[in-house]
């Protein structure tokens, strides 16, 4: 899901940053916009939209509303405005390369700082996120860890050890997506630095 928010997100961020078309100012602000409705607002017609579609229970539930982060649109093309040179584009224009080509030749060369953040703010609300998993994740068996985790703590018994490793098991891999995104991170804002 991870990757699916940062491929999004660069792509419409290019787009807005890059590229006049039509409307694209009203629809930008649309993007920032969304930020001031509650998430919690949200739920319901998240809900009765994957009921719609027959995923409710399944893996897919969790990865379809999250895959259009407003967020991430909104940062990305922040970072783009500034990151990619007009020239740049032009030159790919007159070479002859399309959209696509432009974005991946000349965009994402110049904006791996921005989806590494991205990447790592978009894991770790993924990871802590609870409300989500368990409206939409009716199995039993199949609730995400911080779901299993909330339910380590019974109404009869509490078994505060059990209670107090379960609640250590997330925080691990969020550790290390830190350690490994943040060296990415670090090393590529230090070679555009470079560039400069």
């Known amino acids: 899901m991870t990757?699916?928010?940062?491929?999004l997100a660069s792509l419409a961020a290019f787009a807005f940053a890059k590229y006049d078309?039509?409307?694209?100012?009203?629809?930008?602000?649309?993007?920032?916009?969304?930020?001031m409705i509650?998430?919690?607002l949200a739920l319901v017609p998240q809900f009765v939209t994957q009921a719609w579609l027959g995923w409710v229970g399944s893996l897919k539930a969790l990865i379809n509303?999250?895959?259009?982060?407003?967020f991430g649109?909104?940062?990305?093309?922040?970072?783009?405005?500034?990151?990619i040179a007009d020239e740049l584009i032009q030159a790919s224009m007159a070479d002859g390369a399309g959209f696509f080509r432009q974005w991946w030749t000349v965009?994402?060369?110049v904006l791996r700082p921005g989806p590494a953040f991205l990447g790592i703010f978009t894991f770790f609300h993924i990871w802590n996120d609870c409300l989500w998993p368990l409206i939409v994740m009716t199995d039993p068996g199949k609730v995400t860890l911080q779901v299993a985790v909330q339910q380590l703590n019974g109404v009869y018994t509490t078994g505060q050890s059990t209670v107090i490793a379960g609640a250590l098991m997330p925080v691990?891999?969020?550790i290390g997506v830190f350690l490994i995104g943040?060296?990415?991170?670090?090393?590529?804002?230090?070679?555009?630095?470079?560039?400069?």
């Open 21 to 35: 078309f039509p409307g694209r100012r009203v629809l930008f602000w649309i993007v920032p916009a969304t930020f």
């Open 172 to 174: 691990i891999p969020l």
């Open 182 to 196: 943040s060296r990415h991170f670090i090393a590529d804002l230090a070679a555009g630095a470079m560039k400069v």
């Open 38 to 40: 509650p998430m919690q």
């Open 65 to 70: 509303p999250g895959a259009a982060n407003t």
């Open 107 to 109: 965009g994402l060369p």
């Open 3 to 7: 990757f699916l928010v940062q491929l």
């Open 73 to 83: 649109i909104f940062w990305m093309r922040q970072y783009a405005q500034g990151a």
